[in-house]
C-alpha cells in the first residue's frame, strides 16, 4: 500500500524545532538552523511511520504555487501573506523533491494532491496527515499525532465534513463560511441528514436564513472543498471546481 504524505506539515514541524535563538550580548539576538538536524527530523518522521504502518511506499506531496482557490476567493490565505516562514522550510521542500521525488503540481496545494491520488485508487494508498481537512475525503486516514492505526474515511462522513467545514469557515484559511455559525450550531444543522443532497440541503438554507444567495454558499462551499479524482481534469491539469451535482429536493 502507497502511504501519501503530507509533506508540508513534515516540512514546517521540522524547519520550526531546528531554529535556535542565540543572544551574542548588547542586545543583539540572531535565530539559526542547521540542515542536518532538519534532515534528521524528517529521516525520524518518516522511519517512525514505517515502523508503525509497515513498509509501505511513502510518496510526498508538497503545496505548489498559484493556489487555484484565489481565483475563486481572492481573500483566501490572504492572512498569512506576510507571516514569517521558518529559515529552513524551502530547503527541506527541495531536499525533499531531490531525496524523495514529492510530488508538486502548479496550482494545487498538497491536500489536494492527497485527495485526487487517494481517490484515484482507494485500495492501494493510505493518506498520512495531521490536517483536519483531510478528513473531507473518502479514504483511507492516518494522523500519526492522534490515530493508533488507519481509519476508513466513508463518502457520507467525507461531505459531512465538507458541509461541516461550509457552515463554520476557517479563519485560518481566510474564508467566513455562514455566519454565525459555529462548529456546534453547525453540527446541529445536519445532524438528521441521511444522504449529501440532505447535507447541502440544509447548508444551503442555514447561508439563505442569513439573507445570502446560492452563489455565496457556493463559494464556501468550493474553497472548503478538498479535491477528489472527480474534481481535476487530468488531461488540462486543472481544478473543476465543486458543484451539488446530485439531486435535491
Known amino acids: ?10 516540512g514546517f514541524k521540522a524547519a520550526s524545532a531546528v531554529e535556535q535563538p542565540v543572544n551574542w550580548g548588547n542586545g543583539l539576538w540572531t535565530l ?8 534528521d527530523h524528517c529521516m525520524a518522521y518518516f522511519d517512525k511511520l514505517k515502523d508503525t504502518l509497515g513498509d509501505g511506499e511513502l510518496k510526498l506531496f508538497l503545496t ?8 475563486i476567493l481572492p481573500s483566501y490565505k490572504a492572512n498569512r501573506k506576510d507571516k514569517r516562514k521558518p529559515m529552513l522550510l524551502m530547503f527541506l521542500r527541495n531536499w525533499m523533491r531531490a531525496q524523495f521525488n514529492a510530488v ?22 493510505l493518506i498520512v496527515s495531521e490536517d483536519k481537512d ?18 476508513r474515511i466513508t463518502e457520507f462522513e467525507a461531505d459531512y465534513n465538507h458541509m461541516l467545514q461550509t457552515l463554520t469557515g476557517d479563519a485560518v484559511d481566510g474564508f467566513a463560511g455562514c455566519p454565525t455559525v459555529g462548529p456546534k450550531t453547525a453540527e446541529k444543522i445536519l445532524k438528521d441528514c441521511t444522504t449529501s443532497a440532505d ?7 442555514s447561508f439563505k436564513k442569513q439573507k445570502l444567495s446560492e452563489e455565496v454558499a457556493l463559494v464556501q462551499a468550493q474553497v472548503a472543498r478538498i479535491c477528489r479524482d472527480t474534481d481535476f481534469d487530468t488531461n488540462t491539469r486543472k481544478v473543476i471546481p465543486w458543484t451539488p451535482n446530485f439531486q435535491t429536493k
Open 1 to 10: 500500500m502507497k502511504c501519501l504524505v503530507d509533506a508540508d506539515i513534515v
Open 32 to 39: 539559526h538552523s542547521f540542515e542536518h538536524e532538519a534532515i
Open 64 to 71: 505548489g504555487e498559484n493556489n487555484w482557490r484565489k481565483e
Open 104 to 125: 508538486v503540481e502548479d496550482g494545487l496545494e498538497a491536500d489536494d494532491l492527497l485527495g485526487i491520488h487517494a481517490t484515484a485508487d482507494p485500495d492501494d494508498t
Open 134 to 151: 483531510l478528513k473531507t475525503i473518502p479514504a483511507l486516514l492516518f494522523n500519526p499525532s492522534k490515530d493508533t492505526s488507519p481509519r
Open 199 to 205: 447535507l447541502w440541503d440544509a447548508t444551503l438554507a
